[in-house]
């Protein structure tokens, strides 16, 4: 992996008598975001990135929460008072490297004049006389912002058949062949809205989207008929059902596009159509709808679901 030196430098002056108490990381944490939330860096490819303390819709590298993990990962390597920090990001093709130093009262202090001393003295070029530990924490995914919708109180027509906290993510109606009608509808309980990346392949083929407990449900004028659990058959590269809200537009990769709010981002773009009836077994009836279930090899793997128009109508998973 390729190295990104944040600008930062934390120092001081004689070592502390040990690690700082548990009691004292969040604080710690809270004020070493504060430092990485100067400004942004430049990676390797040339992109800028937010490592920490991003606005709404900002993909960050470090929060708070993932800053207290590292505090406490130097502490358990017994690396307290200097240490090398190297973050390392499985999706991301350089690390994020900090010099995190505490002063004698167990304080950070910062100066950006101290980086380039740091890296000579790291890279040998001008022995200090310091002993530095190197201390590496890995973490799967990067900080994602999440949003929980705010869902209205008015609960009438299909919501008022549905659990309260239910978020309507999109309905049909089907006809079966004796005229009847019921309506299809994909719903999400605990839902929360997730701004993609859009930086590799699977994030720019599920785009931003929904997740939580995803169900597929039939229900007629007065009751629900049928429901079907989908969220173990969503899979996304980090395990959880994504179920894709807006597609990737030209532009959402770069970190200071996702600098702007949710609103400025999402008001005028068209919703992605998830159910769309097709006639897929042949039957001549236009009762089977596929929805993206995962991506592997860079290529989007569908599920098939139906409705069997029997006297009391089913949904029903087709088997792969």
């Not at 190295?3 to 008598?17: D, F, H, I, R, S």
Request: proline share 7%; net charge negative; glycine share 8%.
């Amino acid at each position: 992996m390729g190295a990104l030196a944040a600008v930062v430098w934390l120092v001081g002056a004689a070592a502390p008598a040990g690690p700082p108490p548990d009691d004292r990381i969040p604080e710690i944490a809270a004020q070493l975001e504060g430092f990485l939330a100067v400004k942004d860096v430049v990676a390797p490819d040339g992109s800028k990135v937010v490592v920490a303390g991003g606005s709404s819709g900002a993909s960050m590298l470090l929060d708070v929460g993932r800053i207290e993990t590292c505090l406490r990962t130097i502490g358990e390597a017994d690396a307290w008072p200097a240490a090398w920090l190297v973050v390392q990001i499985e999706a991301l093709s350089f690390d994020v490297v900090l010099p995190v130093r505490l002063d004698d009262s167990g304080a950070l202090v910062w100066t950006v004049d101290g980086l380039r001393d740091a890296i000579r003295e790291a890279t040998g070029r001008k022995p200090g006389g310091r002993t530095w530990n190197l201390v590496v924490q890995g973490f799967r995914t990067r900080v994602e912002n999440r949003y929980v919708y705010d869902l209205p109180s008015d609960r009438r027509g299909l919501l008022a058949l549905l659990p309260e906290g239910t978020l309507l993510r999109e309905a049909k109606v089907v006809e079966l062949p004796d005229g009847r009608r019921y309506t299809l509808a994909l719903v999400l309980r605990e839902a929360e809205f997730v701004p993609s990346t859009c930086d590799d392949c699977a994030s720019r083929i599920l785009g931003h989207a929904d997740t939580g407990r995803v169900l597929l449900v039939l229900t007629d004028d007065t009751e629900v008929r049928d429901e079907v659990d989908l969220t173990d058959l969503l899979s996304s590269p980090d395990r959880r059902p994504l179920v894709p809200r807006y597609r990737c537009e030209d532009g959402d990769s770069d970190p200071a596009e996702r600098e702007r709010s949710i609103e400025e981002r999402f008001s005028s773009r068209t919703r992605v159509p998830l159910l769309l009836p097709q006639d897929l077994d042949g039957d001549g009836l236009a009762l089977e709808i596929e929805i993206v279930s995962r991506v592997e090899d860079c290529v989007a793997r569908t599920v098939t679901l139906a409705v069997v128009p029997t006297e009391r109508p089913k949904l029903y998973i087709v088997p792969r």
